[in-house]
């Protein structure tokens, strides 16, 4: 089984940084952003390889995915062990590369892995979010397997007032995560069975308050459906589109999830957010910041 991120993107929100650096290698402490989501995709057990989906714009992200035995030795020889570690382990990751050549949108993105992953089921993980326990593929991977693999999305409560900027599903809770149907059917953990994608509805319209946050376990039946499917929304070709057509032949599920559990780097100010929190939740990062602000830092982390 693999795993795709797309990454094709221009980042063009990080402008001028992104000129220069990929915004998925922008750092989160020591590490790219797009690290920790290769990492978080490898965790649910049976996924063997990631594909990234790249522009040829951006060669520098294949580059940071290869083994660099020049640093590892430099490194070493200056005594810097956890450093080369570091660079070798980056360098290792099992991934490998497809590239999109034009921007048609998710779905065409996905689409174009389809070589690679072949007629196995996938996941989709976007690649401006991450999750840092790495659990919430390995959750959706459980509730496929006690569907018969099933396609499953993760899903996050929102509220009432801000419907109309997602996608909402539709549908019925049928389980919780650990068996028992929950009794707020909103909650994390519960299961949802998936009858309808609904983009953006007026608040009197939503059948729930469920948005999905970007990662997605899907069968091979959508490269087949993405294949033949037709400009969507912004005249591009829209996974979700893809997706409702699957729901006509395939079952659907769909896990609730704190939508705190991950980590956005989508903007400046949430990437900056997500290093300081990053930074707060690291022994040794949290040392030195206090050590650095002295004072002043007692009121910060209070806060």
Same mark, same amino acid.
């Given at each position: 089984?693999?795993?795709?991120?797309?990454?094709?993107?221009?980042?063009?929100?990080?402008?001028?940084?992104?000129?220069?650096?990929?915004?998925?290698?922008? @750092?989160?402490?020591?590490?790219?952003?797009?690290?920790?989501?290769?990492?978080?995709? /490898?965790? @649910?057990?049976?996924?063997?390889?990631?594909?990234?989906?790249?522009?040829?714009?951006?060669? !520098?992200?294949?580059?940071?995915?290869?083994?660099?035995?020049?640093? %590892?030795?430099?490194?070493?020889?200056?005594?810097?062990?956890?450093?080369?570690?570091?660079?070798?382990?980056?360098?290792?990751?099992?991934?490998?590369?497809?590239?999109?050549?034009?921007?048609?949108?998710? *779905?065409?993105?996905?689409?174009?892995?389809? #070589?690679?992953?072949?007629?196995?089921?996938?996941?989709?993980?976007? *690649?401006?979010?991450?999750?840092?326990?790495? !659990?919430?593929?390995?959750?959706?991977?459980?509730?496929?397997?006690?569907?018969?693999?099933?396609?499953? &999305? $993760?899903?996050?409560?929102?509220?009432?007032?801000?419907?109309?900027?997602? *996608?909402?599903?539709?549908? +019925?809770?049928?389980?919780?995560?650990?068996?028992?149907? @929950? $009794?707020?059917?909103?909650?994390?953990?519960?299961?949802?069975?998936?009858?309808?994608?609904?983009?953006? @509805?007026?608040?009197?319209?939503?059948?729930?308050?469920?948005? &999905?946050?970007?990662?997605?376990?899907?069968?091979?039946?959508?490269?087949?459906? /993405?294949?033949?499917?037709?400009?969507?929304?912004?005249?591009?070709?829209?996974?979700?589109?893809?997706?409702?057509?699957?729901?006509?032949?395939? #079952?659907?599920?769909?896990?609730?999830?704190?939508? %705190? %559990?991950?980590?956005?780097?989508?903007?400046?100010?949430?990437?900056?957010?997500?290093?300081?929190?990053?930074?707060?939740? #690291?022994?040794?990062?949290?040392?030195?910041?206090?050590?650095?602000?002295?004072?002043? $830092?007692?009121?910060?982390? +209070?806060?």
């Amino acid at each position: 089984m693999k795993a795709v991120i797309p990454a094709a993107g221009l980042g063009t929100r990080f402008l001028p940084s992104t000129k220069g650096t990929p915004k998925e290698l922008l @750092p989160v402490l020591t590490k790219p952003v797009i690290q920790y989501v290769v990492e978080e995709a /490898l965790e @649910p057990t049976g996924v063997d390889g990631v594909v990234i989906v790249n522009s040829r714009e951006k060669p !520098q992200i294949e580059s940071y995915f290869k083994v660099d035995s020049g640093l %590892e030795d430099q490194l070493r020889d200056r005594g810097k062990q956890a450093e080369a570690d570091a660079v070798h382990a980056a360098g290792s990751l099992p991934v490998s590369f497809v590239y999109q050549d034009e921007p048609r949108g998710l *779905g065409h993105a996905v689409l174009c892995a389809a #070589d690679v992953t072949r007629d196995e089921s996938f996941f989709v993980l976007l *690649g401006d979010y991450f999750v840092p326990d790495r !659990q919430m593929c390995v959750n959706m991977k459980r509730v496929s397997d006690a569907h018969g693999g099933a396609s499953v &999305i $993760a899903v996050a409560p929102v509220p009432a007032d801000q419907v109309s900027r997602y *996608g909402i599903i539709a549908g +019925s809770c049928v389980e919780g995560l650990s068996g028992e149907v @929950p $009794a707020d059917e909103e909650s994390v953990g519960a299961v949802w069975k998936v009858s309808g994608l609904v983009e953006k @509805p007026a608040v009197q319209d939503a059948p729930s308050h469920l948005f &999905i946050v970007g990662r997605y376990l899907l069968s091979a039946r959508i490269m087949d459906l /993405l294949a033949t499917q037709g400009a969507g929304a912004g005249g591009e070709i829209q996974l979700t589109d893809a997706m409702q057509r699957l729901l006509a032949e395939e #079952d659907m599920y769909a896990l609730v999830v704190d939508p %705190e %559990e991950g980590c956005d780097t989508g903007t400046p100010a949430a990437w900056a957010a997500t290093n300081a929190r990053m930074a707060l939740t #690291d022994a040794s990062v949290r040392e030195a910041f206090v050590e650095a602000l002295g004072p002043k $830092a007692v009121g910060l982390l +209070s806060e």
